[in-house]
């Protein structure tokens, strides 16, 4: 016997040999559809030498990469800062005093039901921000608030027991918190977190309607500027494998992180062996 349990039926041959086929036609098609868009794209003469030579510029060069650096700063800054409202955010919508609840609560679903671009435009036009302090402000406050949940999500996703217990020994709600109901929930939470990321990252892309010189506006530059049919495509094709890395580079850093806290020996022994009777975690008098 083995240590796991199915937790369905195994497949038959019937169904093996089903899902295989399953499997066959849905690569079949989509191979289909990815030769069908590059023969149109050659059809319409998109890897003609005349569309890829600007590209050897050095100012077109600079440029995209200007764009990029101001990319990824908009990100980092929207980043930090929605990780520290969600987390601000997540404390009041989990704390015991109601009127400090409600307010969370009242932000949360605010900010969450606006659309991101309105806030943008708001804090830009209304306001009168520059640029990258409107675009990090909007994207602030949008992920900051999905990210509250999340937060709150996963600290209430950790067995009701583990409360009770870290509680029976006597720790403060704050180390009940710190020790005990954050460190597992991130497991649970850091799946989604990366995911928000990845949303925050190509949101920024928002910030060309703003006149915020990040990648996407860059590319808008150069395709107006360039002297053939259908300028845009060429650019497409230039910047969208560069987002997509980026976004599969924050895929990779998850990974890692979660293999890492699986090797952790603190949480292998937090999962394996309970606490003995009477000992007490870190900050307990």
Same mark, same amino acid.
């Given at each position: 016997?083995?240590?796991?349990?199915?937790?369905?039926?195994? &497949?038959?041959?019937?169904?093996?040999?089903?899902?295989?086929?399953?499997?066959? %036609?849905?690569?079949?098609?989509?191979?289909?559809?990815?030769?069908?868009?590059?023969?149109?794209?050659?059809?319409?003469?998109?890897?003609?030498?005349?569309?890829?030579?600007?590209? $050897?510029?050095?100012?077109?060069?600079?440029?995209?990469?200007?764009?990029?650096?101001?990319? *990824?700063?908009?990100?980092?800054?929207?980043?930090?800062?929605?990780?520290?409202?969600?987390?601000?955010?997540?404390?009041?919508?989990?704390? $015991?005093?109601?009127?400090?609840?409600?307010?969370?609560?009242?932000?949360?679903?605010?900010?969450?039901?606006?659309?991101?671009?309105?806030?943008?435009?708001?804090?830009?036009?209304? *306001?009168? %921000?520059?640029? *990258?302090?409107?675009?990090?402000?909007?994207?602030?406050?949008?992920?900051?608030?999905? *990210?509250?949940?999340?937060?709150? !999500?996963?600290?209430?996703? %950790?067995?009701?027991?583990?409360?009770?217990?870290?509680?029976?020994?006597?720790?403060?709600?704050?180390?009940?918190?710190?020790?005990?109901?954050? &460190?597992?929930?991130?497991?649970?939470?850091? &799946?989604?977190?990366?995911?928000?990321?990845?949303?925050?990252?190509?949101?920024?892309?928002?910030?060309?309607?703003?006149?915020?010189?990040?990648?996407?506006?860059?590319?808008?530059?150069? !395709?107006?500027?360039?002297?053939?049919?259908?300028?845009?495509?060429?650019?497409?094709?230039?910047?969208?494998?560069?987002?997509?890395?980026?976004?599969?580079?924050?895929?990779?850093?998850?990974?890692?992180?979660?293999?890492?806290?699986?090797?952790?020996?603190?949480? $292998?022994? !937090?999962?394996?062996?309970?606490? $003995?009777?009477?000992?007490?975690? &870190?900050?307990?008098?």
């Amino acid at each position: 016997m083995t240590d796991s349990t199915a937790l369905y039926d195994i &497949p038959g041959p019937n169904t093996r040999k089903r899902h295989r086929t399953y499997g066959v %036609v849905s690569t079949v098609v989509v191979v289909a559809l990815f030769g069908w868009i590059v023969y149109l794209l050659f059809d319409t003469g998109q890897f003609t030498a005349t569309k890829w030579t600007p590209f $050897e510029y050095k100012g077109i060069q600079e440029l995209l990469l200007r764009g990029l650096g101001y990319t *990824l700063m908009a990100f980092a800054y929207a980043a930090v800062l929605s990780l520290a409202l969600g987390g601000v955010l997540a404390t009041g919508r989990l704390s $015991e005093h109601r009127p400090v609840r409600w307010v969370a609560t009242a932000v949360v679903e605010f900010f969450r039901a606006m659309p991101v671009l309105v806030m943008i435009f708001f804090i830009f036009v209304a *306001l009168k %921000v520059q640029p *990258l302090p409107a675009l990090v402000a909007g994207l602030t406050l949008y992920n900051g608030s999905v *990210l509250a949940e999340v937060f709150r !999500a996963g600290v209430n996703s %950790v067995d009701r027991g583990q409360r009770e217990a870290a509680y029976t020994l006597g720790m403060r709600k704050t180390q009940v918190m710190s020790y005990v109901l954050v &460190p597992q929930g991130v497991r649970a939470m850091l &799946p989604t977190i990366i995911s928000q990321l990845v949303v925050t990252l190509k949101d920024t892309s928002l910030g060309y309607l703003i006149t915020y010189e990040e990648f996407l506006h860059a590319g808008k530059l150069i !395709a107006s500027n360039l002297d053939y049919d259908l300028p845009f495509i060429p650019v497409v094709m230039v910047i969208s494998p560069i987002y997509i890395g980026m976004c599969m580079l924050l895929s990779w850093f998850a990974n890692w992180m979660a293999r890492r806290q699986r090797r952790n020996p603190k949480t $292998e022994a !937090a999962d394996v062996a309970p606490a $003995e009777p009477g000992t007490l975690l &870190p900050g307990v008098q």
